[in-house]
């Protein structure tokens, strides 16, 4: 069943009232605080100069799954896409500051930050991370009108405008930011109240739902026909097409009535009048009540995706609109459960839109449609957290993980049956078919893996009057601590024990609390511990050993090695892959579901964590690779993290790049149950290789 919370999750973000309490006396330092800090590396792009919570995992099986995704997510947010701004382009508010004169990109190939991505990036992690540079980043999506007045930048985008006020009640929620509330308010005033003036797109008064394309699908792949048409022939943009502009789609009919409640949690926390509070309130319980009347199933048990205005619904699976729906509190008990239950998950995690859509298939996906966005799943996660699915969570956050461990990175989109790196397919007429890229580095990427391990692992949420915890912290992960995280002028530490979802007992500084509540005046350094029970002793990765016993209870293993997969035949693709080394499936006779390439230039590197019994082991090392260079490759080999030596891998013989050769190393000894194989790119190595899998054994 659903978490009990004492605000609703996006309580975060609607109907946050709550009473603070008196924890402890305020500015106490925490006995025997950690005081370590672990700052953002600085390098590659401008970066942020705040300092990065650090995460760690006391199983080391653990520590190795999430770890690396996290300092990859953290790079990603405060190095590379926190760059410099011009002034003159982006701060058209005013409200921009000098201090950091820096924003948060949206990511590779998109220097700007867009309206969308500049709020789910905030909304996500940005405002808790570096509050002063997701503030820029906020401003930067809004101007005024011809009479000065602050508004969400107009473009045919209407879902970014709405979603932008959501964001912004949350961005207060973190930093207690007064003077921000108050224009964030006549901003999101002004901006739905164009909103309510269009009618195209615009409120149909016929069903009382908003019209517009839904929130994540500007591109038509994301859309049947109709509304679209079959051969797309208006272009790839969503807004080109009169049947999706007048659609009324899941998605964006939530975010308007989680900006209609939040700008009535503003009008309230800046003491505007009753009826301005209730006004908002009315619109929402109002929307709220029509979306459940209109989109709900209960043949499903899951919302529809859309409804058209000749009454057609469209019995499709919203990534988005299934997680808002529990998010936003739209979904009672019983309609979350059915949710999380009902909802089909493709190999790779949840779906944009699914089924395919009649154009699109298994081989070629389109873009927005059967296709796997990790900004969609770090809202599917959060919302099987909220709604109390353990094994989703899990399996979600561990799906998350290994996309970027395996692509060195977050990228943009992913094949949803092979988990490659995938931009999708788009239709340019009767017979031409367009496959697009999918971008490095992409920031709401990032995010959503951040805002699993912030609002998912940890449960926090955010109050007008304080921070709440309310965690889960699946069977088989062992306890986690989160550090050096900076809540307002408080420093935390928080600390995991147990498994489950609900609290046994909180102390703080050692002290035993009622509850898991952070008032937002605690000031100085402090340790909270909270101990979990209610976990899900269940079998996630379907390998016939319980979450409980299972050493590695998200990867399919073998009973000798308690749940951990043997290591005589490791996938490229389920390897820690570094330095530009990425899967791919663009070549044939590869053994699993894909191969990794981008071995190409210095510090590029794919690392094997082996599981073995006994601790210490001699025996062969076997490398399946590819290469059709016409001479021998070079690469380094690496044993925990040191040099061993350089290998020498011969061409093939035929020059061609779907040929497959092995090449063994004999007699080589490693220490301890999990040691590390590296095959790295040193300086001095040719690189250029395909590889397979790596294999140890005797």
């Known amino acids: 069943m659903t978490r009990n919370r004492i605000a609703p999750r996006l309580g975060l973000l609607v109907g946050s009232t709550l009473v603070a309490c008196s924890l402890v006396p305020l500015g ?34 653990t520590e190795a799954t999430f770890g690396p995704a996290y300092q990859a997510a953290l790079k990603n947010l405060l190095v590379t896409n926190t760059v410099p701004f011009d002034d003159a382009t982006y701060n058209q508010s005013g409200l921009m500051t000098a201090d950091p004169a820096t924003f948060v990109k949206a990511g590779g190939g998109y220097p700007q930050p867009w309206t969308r991505d500049a709020s789910v990036n905030s909304w996500n992690a940005a405002s808790l991370l570096e509050p002063e540079v997701a503030r820029n980043t906020l401003w930067s999506a809004v101007d005024k009108d011809d009479q000065g007045r602050l508004q969400v930048k107009q473009d045919d985008q209407t879902w970014d405008q709405v979603v932008w006020v959501t964001s912004a009640w949350n961005h207060y929620l973190v930093t ?18 164009i909103r309510l003036a269009n009618s195209d797109p615009g409120l149909n008064p016929d069903f009382g ?30 807004f080109s097409y009169p049947g999706i502009r007048a659609g009324m789609f899941l998605s964006t009919n939530e975010l308007y009535y989680a900006a209609f409640e939040n700008a009535a949690n503003m009008a309230r926390a800046l003491g505007r009048p009753a009826s301005e509070v209730t006004g908002y309130l009315s619109r929402a319980a109002t929307l709220k009540a029509t979306i459940n009347a209109r989109f709900w199933n209960p043949k499903t048990g899951l919302y529809r995706y859309f409804v058209l205005p000749d009454g057609t619904t469209g019995d499709y699976q919203e990534g988005t609109g299934l997680a ?32 395919d859509f009649e154009r699109y298939s298994t081989d070629q996906p389109g873009r927005h449609n059967a296709i796997v966005w990790p900004v969609v799943e770090g809202f599917w996660g959060s ?71 912030y609002d998912g692992v940890f449960g926090i949420g955010y109050t007008e009057h304080g921070l709440e915890l309310t965690p889960t912290l699946p069977m088989g992960w062992g306890d986690v601590t989160l550090s050096d995280l900076r809540y307002r002028d408080a420093n935390l530490t928080v600390r995991l024990h147990g498994a489950g979802d609900r609290i ?51 990867q399919a293993g073998t009973h000798a090695l308690q749940g951990c997969p043997a290591s005589q035949r490791i996938q490229a693709e389920d390897a820690l892959n570094e330095g530009g080394v990425k899967t791919n499936v663009n070549h044939t006779g590869y053994d699993g579901k894909a ?28 490398v399946r690779y590819a290469n059709a260079n016409g001479a021998d490759a070079t690469l380094s080999l690496y044993v925990d993290g040191t040099r061993v030596r350089q290998l020498s891998l011969p061409a093939n013989d035929d020059g061609s790049w779907d040929t497959w050769s092995t090449f063994r190393l004999p007699a080589l000894t490693l220490h301890g149950q999990h040691p590390t194989v590296s095959l790295r790119m040193d300086d001095g190595d040719s690189g250029r290789v395909n590889l397979d899998w790596v294999g140890f054994g005797s």
């Open 28 to 61: 106490t330092a925490a006995a025997g605080a950690d005081d370590g800090a672990a700052s953002a590396a600085n390098g590659g792009g401008t970066g942020s100069a705040t300092t990065a919570p650090r995460l760690s995992f006391a199983d080391p099986t």
């Open 176 to 193: 207690g930011d007064r003077s921000f509330l108050a224009d964030a308010f006549q901003t999101a005033k002004n901006t739905l109240a």
């Open 209 to 238: 739902l908003f019209t517009g394309p839904s929130f994540f699908n500007d591109g038509v792949a994301g859309y049947p026909a109709p509304p679209a048409d079959p051969t797309e022939s208006l272009g790839s943009g969503s």
């Open 324 to 355: 808002f729906a529990i998010l936003f509190g739209i979904a009672d008990e019983r309609q979350t459960r059915s949710i999380l239950k009902n909802t089909h998950l493709m190999d790779e995690g949840v779906a944009d839109v699914y089924p």
């Open 383 to 453: 919302a099987a957290a909220q709604g109390g699915d353990q094994t989703a969570f899990a399996t979600n956050l561990a799906g998350l993980a290994h996309q970027a461990d395996a692509n060195s990175g977050f990228w943009e989109i992913y094949n949803g049956s092979t988990g490659v790196v995938d931009g999708g397919y788009q239709r340019l007429g009767d017979d031409l078919t367009f496959h697009w890229g999918s971008q490095p580095d992409q920031t709401w990427s990032a995010t959503a893996y951040l805002r699993q391990i």
């Open 504 to 554: 046994a007992s909180v102390r703080l500084d050692g002290r035993h609390r009622a509850s898991a509540e952070i008032p937002a005046n605690l000031r100085g350094r402090h340790v909270v511990d909270v101990t979990l029970v209610g976990g899900t002793n269940g079998d996630r990765d379907d390998d016939g050993l319980e979450d409980r016993a299972d050493r590695c209870p998200d």
């Open 595 to 622: 191969f990794v390439d981008g071995v190409w230039s210095t510090g590029a590197s794919s690392t094997y964590r082996l599981n073995l019994r006994p601790a210490r082991s001699t025996g062969t090392l076997t």
